[in-house]
């Protein structure tokens, strides 16, 4: 509920509610502060450290322009603009892949006499849902690979994500273009009235493999891909040790890996796994399950992909991703075992409708892009009901058809 309010600051809420417990002695120290030694948090304080080795090699400096120069449609500049930061966020920070993509962005939209937010919408939208592409892409997924690490053992690999996240995304482009065509949504075609003179042919040629910080952060990255690809190695060991020898090797300082770690994010993190490690032990999950159990009881197994999935929406949208994920796979993992459906299945269910944060303009990434391309509100909101809708049936149905299967 506080979470939801936005009165207090996420991370004091998280390790307040874990120190209350403790005082109450509901749960023991152990296991009030295990989140802080989960494997998701590992793998995540790693994308942080990686995100920021890429941006800093300049490895991906000149995307931009690379793609205004061969883009000459500002409505196919929007597509390829939106396509490569959901390419970009299945593989770092979207918050880091935006930042890299909005200069370019405000360019392309001055040129073409469009409202900057023309651009910045489907921006916005494309890295949320890019980051479901695949385990490293978004918090949520990495939890959600974690939880079924401690719950089964395995986990999942890079890219198990990616059928139900191109479902998502390939909705996304295909609702957006719809509605343009059909003027559901405004144009925004509106000359920038501005004194500045802006030449995108003047900005650094795209060369992503020059230089020995470029080629060291490329092959590092790809070492760690490629492991957790084929199921070699655990997210955490791959990513964990990729970001170590980043460091090591002097291609990213360690002032600059210290603050790419996001302490807000980790301290939060951290707490609501905590929190959800003390639910477990208490067994206050297991009211709710029972309750969910009673509900998709005749619902098949598509009937129960989607309620799992669009509840995680819900809490997504309400509370946050990363705590939606945090609350719901616990319950996707006792569903499992008392439904008989597969686990994994369950849990991407929750995984997609984590990464769904597309009703209400909180998440990061959007905030960021409203920052730099402002495009109202209501505009986010009016795109995000209907588009969620479609997103989340399309993204049930491959859920179903990939990992329901008994």
């Known amino acids: 509920m506080f979470i939801a309010l936005g009165r ?10 874990l120190l209350f417990l403790g005082l109450l002695e509901i749960a023991p120290p152990r296991t009030l502060f295990s989140g802080f030694g989960h494997p998701a948090l590992v793998t995540i304080v790693a994308v942080f450290v990686i995100s920021q080795g ?5 490895m991906l400096k000149g995307l931009g322009q690379l793609i205004a120069r061969r883009v000459k449609n500002p409505q196919y500049q929007i597509l390829s603009l939106a396509g490569a930061g959901a390419l970009l966020s299945s593989f770092m920070n979207n918050v ?17 006499g469009m409202d900057p937010g023309t651009f910045g919408l489907p921006l916005a939208v494309a890295s949320i849902l890019g980051g479901s592409l695949t385990i490293i892409g978004t918090a949520p997924n990495i939890i959600i690979s974690g939880s079924l690490f401690l719950a089964t053992g395995r986990s999942f690999r890079m890219f198990d994500f990616a059928p139900h996240g191109l479902a998502m995304l390939l909705m996304a482009f295909l609702f957006w273009f719809f509605c343009r065509a059909c003027g559901f949504f405004p144009r925004g075609e509106k000359e920038i009235e501005t004194g500045e003179q802006i030449d995108l042919w003047k900005e650094v040629p795209f060369q992503p493999l020059e230089g020995r910080d470029k080629k060291i952060t ?7 891909i ?23 090797s002097g291609a990213l300082s360690p002032a600059r890996a210290y603050e790419s770690i996001d302490l807000t994010i980790i301290l939060f993190l951290g707490g609501m796994l905590g929190l959800g490690a003390v639910l477990e032990f208490v067994e206050g999950l297991e009211p709710l399950i029972g309750f969910l159990e009673g509900r998709t009881a005749g619902l098949g197994a598509f009937g129960t992909v989607t309620l799992l999935l669009f509840i995680s929406t819900v809490l997504s949208n309400a509370i946050n991703n990363s705590a939606a994920a945090v609350f719901m796979a616990p319950i996707a993992v006792g569903l499992a075992g008392s439904s008989g459906y597969p686990v994994e299945g369950l849990l991407m269910a929750v995984a997609a409708g984590s990464n769904m944060a597309l009703i209400l303009p909180t998440h990061q990434a959007t905030l960021l892009v409203m920052s730099r391309t402002p495009f109202p509100r209501s505009a986010f909101v009016k795109m995000g ?13 491959v859920i179903t058809f990939f990992w329901m299967k008994i």
Do not use: K, Q
Not at 8 to 17: P, Q, W
Not at 96 to 112: D, E, F, K
Not at 218 to 224: K, N, P, S
Not at 388 to 393: F, H, K, Y
């Open 8 to 17: 207090f600051r996420l991370e004091f809420l998280a390790l307040g509610g």
């Open 54 to 58: 890429v941006t800093h090699s300049g």
């Open 96 to 112: 880091g892949a935006i930042g890299l993509l909005l200069p370019t962005a405000n360019r392309m939209s001055r040129r073409a």
């Open 218 to 224: 490329f092959f590092l990255v790809l070492g760690a």
């Open 226 to 248: 490629v492991p957790v690809a084929f199921g070699w190695l655990h997210p955490s060991l791959a990513f964990g040790l990729a970001a170590f020898l980043l460091v090591l």
């Open 385 to 397: 009901i209907p588009l969620t809708i479609v997103a989340g049936l399309a993204a049930a149905l």
